[in-house]
T-cell receptor
Framework: AQKVTQAQTEISVVEKEDVTLDCVYE???????LFWYKQPPSGELVFLIR??????QNEISGRYSWNFQKSTSSFNFTITASQVVDSAVYFC??????????????FGTGTRLLVSP | NAGVTQTPKFQVLKTGQSMTLQCAQD?????MSWYRQDPGMGLRLIHY???????DQGEVPNGYNVSRSTTEDFPLRLLSAAPSQTSVYFC??????????????FGPGTRLTVT
C-alpha cells in the first residue's frame, strides 16, 4: 500500500526564519498526485498544492515553495521568512489507486510548525 | 455554494449511545468520503462513496456505517459508540472518483468525545 512519511513531528522556529517540512512517499502507481494541506489552530483543512507525478518542476507561491524529486520520492515544502500565522499542522498526502479503480488520498501523520515572534 | 457542510461541530456521547454525523455537499460531486483524525495518526479513511447507492470501506471501517441515498448527503453512523471513537471526523468530496486530479474539498470537521 501507499505510504507517506513525515518524520518531523514538530518544528519550532523564530519568525523570519526559513523552514522546510519533509515528505517522503512510497507508491506502486505510475501516475499519482501529491498534496499539501494546512490545518491552522481553528481546525479546518486548507488545500495548498497538488502536484502531478509527471511534473517535477518546483513550484513557488509567495513565501511557499515545493520541491518534488521523483528520484528520492520526496515532496518537500519550504516556507521562506516564516510568520506567526504560519503556525499550523501541515499534512502531506498521496493519491492511491484502489482495487476498485477509484482513487483515495493517503495522509502522512503531519508536522506541527510553531513560529514564535 | 456552501461547499461541504458537517453537523454537529461538537458532540459528547456516552459509551453505547448511537448517533449520526451529517455531511452534505452542494457541488454535485460523485465522490464523498469520511476520515478520522487522531493525534500522531494523520487522517485515515473510514468509508467512501462513488455515487448514490454505492459505498465501500476504507482503512478503519469497524464501528461505522454509511449510506448514500442522494448525491448530496453522506451520513456516518455510529451504532454503539466506544471511547476509541473519540476523534475529529472530516467529510470530504471530490467531483471524479477515479482521479485525484480534482480538488478534494473538506468539511469543517466534527469533534466527537465518547466517555
Amino acid at each position: 500500500a501507499q505510504k507517506v512519511t513525515q518524520a518531523q513531528t514538530e518544528i519550532s522556529v523564530v519568525e523570519k526564519e526559513d523552514v522546510t517540512l519533509d515528505c517522503v512517499y512510497e507508491t506502486r502507481d505510475t501516475t499519482y498526485y501529491l498534496f499539501w494541506y494546512k490545518q491552522p489552530p481553528s481546525g479546518e483543512l486548507v488545500f495548498l498544492i497538488r502536484r502531478n507525478s509527471f511534473d517535477e518542476q518546483n513550484e513557488i507561491s509567495g513565501r511557499y515553495s515545493w520541491n518534488f524529486q521523483k528520484s528520492t520520492s520526496s515532496f518537500n515544502f519550504t516556507i521562506t521568512a516564516s510568520q506567526v500565522v504560519d503556525s499550523a499542522v501541515y499534512f502531506c498526502a498521496l493519491s492511491e489507486s484502489m482495487n476498485t479503480g477509484f482513487q483515495k488520498l493517503v495522509f502522512g501523520t503531519g508536522t506541527r510548525l510553531l513560529v514564535s515572534p | 455554494n456552501a461547499g461541504v457542510t458537517q453537523t454537529p461541530k461538537f458532540q459528547v456521547l456516552k459509551t453505547g449511545q448511537s448517533m449520526t454525523l451529517q455531511c452534505a455537499q452542494d457541488m454535485n460531486h460523485e465522490y464523498m468520503s469520511w476520515y478520522r483524525q487522531d493525534p500522531g495518526m494523520g487522517l485515515r479513511l473510514i468509508h467512501y462513496s462513488v455515487g448514490a447507492g454505492i459505498t465501500d470501506q476504507g482503512e478503519v471501517p469497524n464501528g461505522y456505517n454509511v449510506s448514500r441515498s442522494t448525491t448530496e448527503d453522506f451520513p456516518l453512523r455510529l451504532l454503539s459508540a466506544a471511547p476509541s471513537q473519540t476523534s475529529v471526523y472530516f467529510c470530504a468530496s471530490r467531483h471524479t472518483p477515479t482521479s485525484a486530479n480534482d480538488e478534494q474539498y473538506f468539511g469543517p470537521g466534527t469533534r466527537l468525545t465518547v466517555t
